[in-house]
């Protein structure tokens, strides 16, 4: 090997090693929002959380209030999401998996994915002029609806995943014994895929519950507790944004004490998924 | 076929249809709803830069600017550092830190939205007045870019938080694209003699170039209709400006801002049309990116979306 050799290759060595670096460096760059996110809101909000906190109401500026309606709110509102969404959801991931492998289940595929990425404020638009124009009022029924135009093509799109994932030799097996067809679907993949589908839909309802920009002008806001889902309610998201635009400290601090909540939910949801419900039929890898 | 075969079908392939008579009915409601300002303005909504509720006069300009000048800043910092993450993640790192890893960057897509906001007033924008500004004003004023009065708040702060919400979205779709390349590309090259790194960078990256377009552009699509984040961090002013220091809006900040308020129903249905016209731009860029992410690999939906 001559010098030019070896410098060559000491050169591409050295690339090598410099370009194994920069990725190692972005994975650094790219983690730095995110403990600074949990650092921030954790370390700021330990102060305020307690009881009267999570069970009271908004309070004018110059007292500590609660957040307790939000929280209530933000449970009726997924609760009517779930309501709607799941069945719709779960049953056109079934047909994806077991019926769609044409054309068709292709285009409901497809649309099921743009539907995911509409943005979420379109969605919000939606929900407003459907239902709430209709209602002539604000209402937590509005926001459901809202959620669960976003909740359904997720869970459509995780649940046909994990069906998918369910060997086809047990619905063979299945087939061969004389069960109809839809029973093995129903008895056989489904029920093989349960802890999958369960994975997506907790990953559904942790992403709604955080939605901030379809409920404002559709389940709007409310001071008080909620009486019912054809009125208005408070939620977490929301109670969020307004307090944190607004000029007043003390509903800066109760803002970070709802989104700390709010990222304990999620972390929670997320970190149960991912590490307890990881079965052999789940989409999450 | 019997009956409960026929019976459960159909019921499935109900409920599936659903979904596209979901996007049809949300698209007919905004195209309904937006008609009177359709009307009024026509074509010159798209380019008026007058924002003036109080005198009914409405242009989309400011927004449409806005949104497309803070989504091309988020690709510019977003794809360098995301393509860096998958890299490491499919090609470089020991397996026994790949899940911890990704699942780090997988939870920055978990964390809301608004908290991102919450964050980037109080915590990413003061950083960005008194540390970033200052310092790009210095070395890079001469450019119109860098100039004017430093918020803090603004198109770049916009921009900033845009790239960290698009990140997850990037890495883990280019991931899945990168693992989409069959082995043998990467044997090839290290077989005559490539370093690692040039194995990636000859037949790995040439390969899957196709698909981490894609990725870029759904990362893209992300960036377009992100709202509360944005809406809180950008300064919302609808005002074209050359400078990134500048307060600016965008489409999806100025419904979330001012649809509660409108008064009347010009005003709604102006900003009904500015939703329909996200609404078709992001359409457009996410079936142009799915085709192009479908031809290398399935992605298999689920943590990210």
């Known amino acids: 090997m001559n010098k030019v050799d070896r410098d060559r290759s000491r050169r591409r060595l050295a690339v090598d090693r410099l370009m194994y670096f920069l990725c190692f460096l972005c994975v650094l760059i790219a983690v730095v929002p995110l403990l600074s996110v949990l650092y921030y809101v954790a370390a700021s909000s330990l102060a305020i959380i307690n009881f009267s906190f999570l069970t009271g109401l908004p309070r004018p500026p110059d007292e500590y209030g609660g957040i307790g309606n939000a929280m209530q709110g933000t449970f009726i509102v997924v609760a009517t999401a779930s309501l709607i969404g799941l069945p719709i959801g779960v049953f056109a991931g079934i047909y994806l998996a077991e019926y769609g492998n044409n054309r068709i289940g292709g285009s409901i595929r497809f649309v099921a994915d743009i539907l995911a990425g509409v943005p979420s404020i379109v969605v919000g638009l939606f929900a407003y002029s459907f239902i709430v124009l209709a209602m002539k009022r604000f209402s937590a029924l509005a926001g459901g609806v809202a959620l669960a135009a976003i909740m359904i093509p997720i869970v459509a799109r995780t649940t046909e995943e994990s069906v998918k994932l369910v060997p086809n030799t047990l619905r063979e097996a299945a087939l061969a014994l004389g069960i109809t067809k839809w029973r093995t679907a129903l008895y056989v993949a489904v029920s093989t895929a349960r802890s999958g589908i369960l994975t997506g839909i907790m990953l559904s309802i942790a992403r709604i519950s955080g939605e901030t920009a379809p409920l404002l002008f559709t389940a709007f806001g409310n001071r008080y507790w909620a009486v019912g889902i054809d009125q208005p309610v408070e939620t977490l998201p929301v109670r969020i944004f307004n307090y944190a635009i607004a000029p007043y400290d003390r509903w800066h601090a109760e803002a970070l004490g709802a989104a700390f909540l709010l990222i304990i939910l999620m972390l929670a949801i997320n970190l149960l998924v991912r590490f307890a419900v990881r079965g052999r039929y789940s989409p999450t890898r | ?305």
């Open chain 2, 1 to 305: 076929m019997g009956f409960g075969d026929l019976v459960f079908e159909s019921v499935a392939a109900g409920f599936a249809f659903c979904i596209i008579a979901l996007l049809i009915l949300i698209a007919y409601e905004l195209i309904a709803k937006s008609a009177l300002s359709i009307d009024k303005f026509g074509w010159i909504f798209l380019i008026s830069t007058t924002w003036d509720p109080v005198h009914e006069i409405f242009g989309a300009l400011p927004f449409i600017f806005g949104t497309v000048v803070s989504s091309i800043l988020a690709l510019i910092i977003a794809v360098p550092l995301s393509l860096g993450v998958a890299i490491f993640l499919s090609e470089m790192a020991p397996s026994s830190v790949r899940f911890p890893i990704s699942s780090l960057v997988e939870l920055l897509a978990a964390v809301p939205s608004v908290i991102y906001g919450l964050w980037g007033i109080f915590v990413m924008a003061p950083i960005l007045r008194i540390h970033v500004q200052p310092t790009l004003a210095k070395t890079l004023g001469f450019l119109p870019l860098f100039q004017g009065p430093m918020h803090g708040v603004g198109m770049l702060a916009g921009g900033v938080i845009l790239a960290v919400m698009i990140l997850p979205t990037i890495s883990s779709i280019s991931r899945e694209v990168l693992r989409a390349v069959p082995d043998v590309q990467r044997e090839a090259a290290l077989a005559l003699g490539a370093t690692r790194w040039e194995a990636v960078r000859i037949s790995v990256l040439s390969y899957a170039r196709s698909g981490i377009i894609g990725a870029v552009i759904l990362g893209l699509g992300r960036a377009l209709g992100e709202t509360m984040a944005v809406t809180m961090v950008i300064g919302n002013r609808p005002e074209i400006s050359a400078s990134l220091f500048a307060l600016a809006h965008t489409m999806a900040a100025v419904i979330a801002n001012e649809f509660a308020e409108a008064t009347y129903d010009l005003y709604l249905s102006a900003l009904t049309e500015i939703g329909f016209l996200l609404l078709l731009v992001t359409c457009f860029v996410l079936t142009i990116g799915r085709l192009l992410v479908w031809r290398i690999v399935r992605v298999p939906k689920g943590v990210t979306l």
